[in-house]
T-cell receptor, first 112, second 114 residues
Framework: AQKVTQAQTEISVVEKEDVTLDCVYE???????LFWYKQPPSGELVFLIR??????QNEISGRYSWNFQKSTSSFNFTITASQVVDSAVYFC?????????FGKGTSLLVTP | DAEITQSPRHKITETGRQVTLACHQT?????MFWYRQDLGHGLRLIHY???????NKGEVSDGYSVSRSNTEDLPLTLESAASSQTSVYFC?????????????FGPGTRLTVL
């Protein structure tokens, strides 16, 4: 089974600050996929990124960037110049079996 | 635009009643999933399907059933609702591979069992 640890339960930042959400994963598989999802206060689950174990290139999408490092089993997520609309719970999740294995997530609060 | 919808969005029912939650996707995805989300438990898989007429149990399937008669729909039935089934239910779909493809979620159904 694969699982992740998101050690930061809650993070609070002021708008325009950069913030990094940590994700450490455990797996015995040589091939695996990791995902990040966002759950805003409205409750829906929004897909952000999918990464497979063969691709260690960092990914950037607008203000969002992801750093995947197999050597440290980490798949961290950085928001640059945070905005109030970024306030949400963020989940890093592997697929374990056929299910997304969401951990407890990191709750991010961005204040004006 | 293609999408995945759930209905109702909110439901209050009584213990012992049968309840059916609907999930409909227009992406023509092969795979569909039902999860429940509870504080302290994260997201847990109830049932999944990788095609028409296929259904499989997930981690917390007791008290729930699904049927897949077409590609677009995977209704979730609670045979006899219990207070422990009060939760937020999410339906999801993915295109091809159960193990690797991105799962896209519906907006969720908040179910309260009194």
């Amino acid at each position: 089974a694969q699982k992740v640890t998101q050690a930061q339960t809650e993070i609070s930042v002021v708008e325009k600050e950069d913030v990094t959400l940590d994700c450490v994963y455990e797996t015995r598989d040589t091939t695996y996929y990791l995902f990040w999802y966002k759950q805003p206060p409205s409750g829906e689950l929004v897909f952000l990124i999918r990464r497979n174990s063969f691709d260690e290139q960092n990914e950037i999408s607008g203000r969002y960037s992801w750093n995947f490092q197999k050597s440290t089993s980490s798949f961290n997520f950085t928001i640059t110049a945070s905005q109030v609309v970024d306030s949400a719970v963020y989940f890093c999740a592997p697929i374990s079996g056929y299910a997304l294995n969401f951990g407890k997530g990191t709750s991010l609060l961005v204040t004006p | 635009d293609a999408e995945i919808t759930q209905s109702p969005r909110h439901k209050i029912t009584e213990t012992g009643r049968q309840v059916t939650l609907a999930c409909h996707q227009t992406w023509n995805h092969n795979n569909m999933f039902w999860y429940r989300q509870d504080l302290g438990h994260g997201l847990r898989l109830i049932h999944y399907s990788y095609g028409v007429q296929d259904t499989n149990k997930g981690e917390v399937s007791d008290g729930y059933s699904v049927s897949r008669s077409n590609t677009e729909d995977l209704p979730l039935t609670l045979e006899s609702a219990a207070s422990s089934q009060t939760s937020v239910y999410f339906c999801a779909s993915s295109e091809g591979s159960l193990r690797t493809d991105t799962q896209y979620f519906g907006p969720g159904t908040r179910l309260t069992v009194l």
